[in-house]
């Protein structure tokens, strides 16, 4: 089946680690995001990638980067640069046209330590 | 900049009844879309439903409907016959069609609560 793999699920780090979360879609999309989700706040956006090789940045993408070397893939590492890492991470897909739905992966919560 | 605003963050229902959960949005854009999504406990984000802003039928996906006045920029979720798998977080959503990266803006969410 088609659909989006966020992996791990869970994650534990200590302070002053990088941390890399993946995404990998086969629903070949070529939109990706990266969203932050905290109690209270909703979903906000960290980084979004429209093609392979190009990635712009969203609203809070201070002490996150990200890759997309391939369409299928786009990994988010959470530098130690982020002050306030611990929270639920959302990876979505979109197809080309709008108005398409984003479709989300399952989540990964980082928690450090 | 676009922005939601959900002003309930918690709501209660009994089974079988109807509830509406608000949303309200801010835009000067004349062309849009806006989304309710569903995250039950599970945490997997599921689209309910979908209203094109150049449509004035208000959008419908069986027992959920929206009311959308786009005067007052309001996007308000009906469900109806609720069910004890609606309890979940609901947000709404608004995007700006810019072409294949368009972004999401997602209120703060309402949490559901349907008893029996």
């Known amino acids: 089946d088609g659909g989006i793999t966020q992996s791990p699920k869970y994650l534990f780090r200590k302070e002053g680690q990088n941390v890399t979360l993946s995404c990998e879609q086969n629903l070949n999309h070529d939109a990706m995001y990266w969203y932050r989700q905290d109690p209270g706040q909703g979903l906000r956006l960290i980084y979004y990638s429209q093609i392979v090789n190009d990635f712009q940045k969203g609203d809070i993408a201070e002490g996150y980067s990200v890759s997309r070397e391939k369409k299928e893939s786009f990994p988010l590492t959470v530098t130690s640069a982020q002050k306030n890492p611990t929270a639920f991470y959302l990876c979505a897909s979109k197809p080309y046209r709008d108005p398409g739905e984003l479709f989300f992966g399952e989540g990964s919560r980082l928690t450090v330590l | ?116």
Request: positive net charge.
């Open chain 2, 1 to 116: 900049a676009q922005t939601v605003t959900q002003s309930q963050p918690e709501m209660s229902v009994q089974e079988a009844e109807t509830v509406t959960l608000s949303c309200t949005y801010d835009t000067s854009e004349s062309n849009y879309y806006l989304f309710w999504y569903k995250q039950p406990p599970s945490r997997q984000m599921i689209l309910v439903i979908r209203q094109e802003a150049y449509k004035q039928q208000n959008a419908t996906e069986n027992r959920f409907s929206v009311n959308f006045q786009k005067a007052a920029k309001s996007f308000s979720l009906k469900i109806s016959d609720s069910q004890l798998g609606d309890t979940a977080m609901y947000f709404c959503a608004f995007m700006k069609p810019t072409g294949t990266a368009s972004k999401l803006t997602f209120g703060t969410g309402t949490r559901l609560q349907v008893t029996l």
